[in-house]
């Protein structure tokens, strides 16, 4: 959003799906996003930050219950869980299904984008994941109209990397292939990539459109007083691909450092700690925390175990912004490949996993030489200045073309 409003862009977002995180019917939208853009939720009504559903009546009703709820530490909340079927189904349910990702554009859905663009006709369409490709047929016969697609992933192949590992692929709700992920991806002028193989993929899948490679971006994080000894963290959502690697960590890994380095201590943080057992030797589950910058200040390692997966790890590129040595898997560098054995240390199996981690918690020089790296990678690759360069400078020509053309240099861009 930054980049497009350096550039002369008035920014509408519009989210077009009023899913209910954790079960409640608001959503707080941080002041930042609002400074930058007109942020509109369909069949909500803002105050100050907040927007509410006024429609969600069972939602509301069931209130009282969900903040008990939320409000209960993360042991109770897993013992309840797993005794008490209806806020099993109530909540736990409701919450993975925030996490589907590919759900067909609904027609109500259709109809509330349909209605803002007759109000505010835009010059710039980006739609926020290619799924919802099928919404800017809505801009088919304006030539005028840049439509464009941050697509996040190449679909099809985080299914086939999700099938060859064995793990459940719970985010989607339909089957990608090629074909099917291409034909979404020709409906747009441009597509936005956000690692370089992910790229190289859109340009065979759709070679009409224009490829923009835009990583994720980082601000670097300085953490001037040394980490706590043996702190090892990870940090994930209760996702599969991040339950069924911290397991696996936990299990094939985590004895093998423990044996090391006795005094060493895991932090787990995030929803994924309510799909894990407690009790492990030296693991403290965090949950979710208020206060990250923390965690990543007081790790000497963090670790990515994943098992399956596509796309651009963000949990790595966070780490390396707050310049933390890193082991991953092969998964977890996806995005990242060229950092393996140079700036983050990579292994696909237990011993040398758990290897890697005795190295740097064992020598303060190799940790402190691994941080500096990081930190440097992510100067000269992840900042935004660097990271949104290339994007910024496309749509800036785009503008002018425009402009030239005879429209007007500031486009207002729904994204």
């Not at 939602?59 to 903040?67: A, F, H, Q, T, Y």
């Not at 897993?78 to 067909?104: H, Q, S, Y």
């Not at 209605?115 to 710039?124: K, V």
């Not at 009790?279 to 910058?293: A, K, M, P, Q, Y």
Request: glycine share 6%; aromatic share 8%.
């Amino acid at each position: 959003l930054e980049a497009m409003e350096r550039i002369g862009c008035r920014i509408d977002l519009l989210v077009i799906d009023p899913y209910f995180e954790r079960g409640l019917p608001w959503r707080f939208v941080h002041p930042d996003v609002s400074r930058l853009a007109t942020v509109v939720i369909r069949d909500h009504r803002r105050i100050g930050n907040f927007y509410f559903n006024a429609h969600a009546f069972r939602e509301w009703l069931l209130l009282p219950l969900r903040l008990l709820y939320l409000a209960l530490p993360d042991r109770v909340r897993r013992f309840v869980r797993n005794r008490t079927v209806a806020i099993r189904r109530g909540v736990t349910e409701r919450m993975k299904r925030a996490f589907t990702l590919d759900d067909p554009v609904s027609p109500e859905e259709e109809a509330f984008v349909r209605a803002w663009i007759r109000r505010y006709p835009p010059g710039i369409v980006i739609v926020n994941f290619t799924p919802l490709a099928p919404l800017l047929d809505l801009f088919e016969g304006s030539p005028t109209i840049l439509t464009g697609i941050l697509t996040h992933d190449v679909l099809h192949r985080r299914i086939e990397s999700f099938e060859q590992s064995g793990i459940p692929i719970d985010v989607f709700s339909r089957r990608w292939d090629p074909e099917g992920e291409g034909a979404l991806l020709r409906k747009a002028r441009l597509l936005i990539a956000i690692q370089k193989e992910d790229a190289a993929a859109f340009e065979r899948l759709s070679p009409m459109s224009d490829v923009i490679e835009a990583p994720v971006a980082f601000p670097l994080y300085h953490h001037p007083e040394p980490p706590t000894p043996g702190r090892c963290l990870f940090v994930g959502s209760a996702t599969n691909h991040n339950i069924y690697g911290i397991r696996w960590f936990i299990s094939e890994v985590w004895p093998t450092i423990r044996r090391r380095h006795p005094a060493s201590t895991l932090h787990v943080c995030g929803s994924v700690c309510r799909e894990i057992e407690e009790g492990g030797e030296g693991i403290v589950l965090r949950g979710l925390v208020e206060d990250l910058d923390r965690e990543y200040a007081e790790a000497e390692v963090c670790v990515i175990p994943l098992l399956a997966g596509s796309g651009l790890k963000i949990k790595l590129g966070e780490a390396l912004a707050h310049g933390r040595a890193c082991v991953s898997t092969s998964i977890g560098l996806q995005g990242f490949e060229e950092l393996a054995g140079e700036v983050v240390l990579c292994a696909d199996t237990p011993a040398p996993f758990a290897e890697g981690v005795s190295a740097i918690l064992a020598s303060p020089e190799k940790r402190m030489e691994l941080e500096a790296r990081a930190h440097a990678f992510v100067a000269a690759h992840l900042v935004p200045s660097a990271a949104y360069r290339p994007l910024e400078t496309y749509l800036d020509r785009y503008l002018d073309t425009r402009h030239e053309e005879g429209g007007t240099r500031q486009a207002k861009a729904p994204a």
